[in-house]
């Protein structure tokens, strides 16, 4: 898959690209992250990419020409002509629609993606009609430019690409993941201990010592009881949404025990 990223600060990338797993998948040739110099597609001596807004009103925003002539310059076909399911141009902007897992799932079936970083007070908005398959946000916060969104996206749809993670299920078995529903148990036919995350979040993790400054594992995941641990994780996750982010229970796929169990985390608190 093929990342291009389009900024007045290519120098932003740098460092964040070269470490952990999105340089171990571009040296594995599995991830292609291009960075691109909106200034080099200005023609004054200047080398201008913003101007005052239209209207009146604080800041500046970004040109038109410099940007489409950017994304013209990919070798994209004409967003009318585009194949949205192969490649698509996206907008970070605090105006997009929320970045989520399910978002990056998505994103991960491309061949190439094109980031278009806003700055200022925004992107001149006939750059998002003529050009812009779509307008993304991660977060419902105001950042001073779109280029750590444009890291945030890499990341997250990259590591779900085949071959980036060393194990696959690091992917499946996480926060915002899929629900049990959709996939299998264990290869060696063994009941699988935890459950798929249908939208919730992680359940804790706890690695050795077993016990540290007088606080001991949860006896449960030291017996091997598979069912057991797979319930406790359950419980878990499900306590932890609650906590600290009731809003995600709305969409999430829950079974009736989980229902259940729920019903029983709110009485007792």
Known sequence: ?????????????????????????????????????LRNFTHDKHRTVDDRPFGGGEGMVLKPEPLMEAVESMGLAAKRERDASREQVILLSAQGAKFTQSVARELAGLERLVLLCGRYEGVDERVNELACDRELSIGDYVLSGGELGAAVIVDATMRLLPGVLGNEASSTFESFGRADEEFAGDEDGSPRSTHGAGGLLDYPHYTRPAEFRGLAVPEVLAGGDHAAIRRWRRERALEKTLR??????????????????????????
């Open 244 to 269: 600290n982010r009731p809003d995600l229970l709305e969409k999430a796929e829950l079974s009736r025990e989980d229902r259940e169990i729920l019903a029983w985390l709110k009485s007792a608190r």
């Open 1 to 37: 898959m093929r990342f291009d990223i389009i900024t007045i600060f290519p120098e932003f990338f740098n460092g964040i690209f070269s470490h952990g797993v999105v340089k171990r998948a571009i040296a594995n040739g599995l991830v292609d992250v291009q960075t691109h110099d």
